[in-house]
């Protein structure tokens, strides 16, 4: 249940009208929430779309309830932070967090609607972030299609990778990506393609690697992978994009921070969740390679 306190600004205002025009909710779930039994009520009592509402009415939003084909299984994935709206997991590297052909079973959705479900509710798995099948870190995920519809608008995501070679201080990669010729998913930069902005910040080096944070302008497939790449610095584990398999087995590059405002309190939420220490595995393969 969603609920929401009238300011005196909308006093005299509709019922209809302040769902969509203060709350955010769409003609499609209004439409739903008005064929569910007390799907919209003001103050514990039902109320029309038609109707009128005055400052400081309680109006609470009853969701309806999702179809949910995904299958529950119990994964060891860890929930970093939870309320009535959403649930931010930190996705493990090697976990698709859709399922496909391959993956039926073992994906974040998965492990996402048997939480839900352990926990008494039913709604369909929506990730509002995604990261690639190899790449960790946090996913957002709405509990409703109105929560998920406000998040993609109002999210802020921050990276973290190791990459090769040394790099200081702060730069930006302003270089298109496209398709690679005879490819269908490895990308490169190039004429012709969509545009792309890649802002980032050296924080530390390490045998001949540097940890970087990255923030992103526009959000491409392989987008911080293929700027890294297209400047001789290609992500550690990489091997796509030139990246050494010598110390890791997949690219290092973790979803590091969320930061959203919230769907119902409208307040800003930041999560912070650090990588596992990728120095640490690089001090120990130095040391067994001397």
Partial sequence: MMQFIVDSAWDGI???NFLKRHCNVSSRLLTKLKRTPNGITANGEHIRSIDILHANDVVCLEMPEDDNEIVPVNHPVEIVYEDDAVVIFNKPPFMPVHPVRDHQLDTLANFAVYHALSGGENYAFRAVNRIDRDTSGLVLT???SFAMTFLTKHIRKVYTALCEGEITGNGTIDAPIRLKAGHTIQRETGEGGVSAVTHYK???T???HTYLEFSLETGRTHQ???HMASIGHPLAGDDMYGGSRNYFARQCL????LQFLHP???ETVTVRQEPENWFAVLEKNYKNQS
């Avoid at 973790?254 to 921070?257: G, K, V």
């Fill in 14 to 16: 509709t019922v209809q």
């Fill in 142 to 144: 709405a509990k409703s």
């Fill in 202 to 204: 050296a924080l530390k």
């Fill in 206 to 208: 390490f045998c001949h």
């Fill in 224 to 226: 911080i992978r293929v």
């Fill in 254 to 257: 973790h979803c590091a921070e």
């Fill in 264 to 266: 119902i309190t409208h």
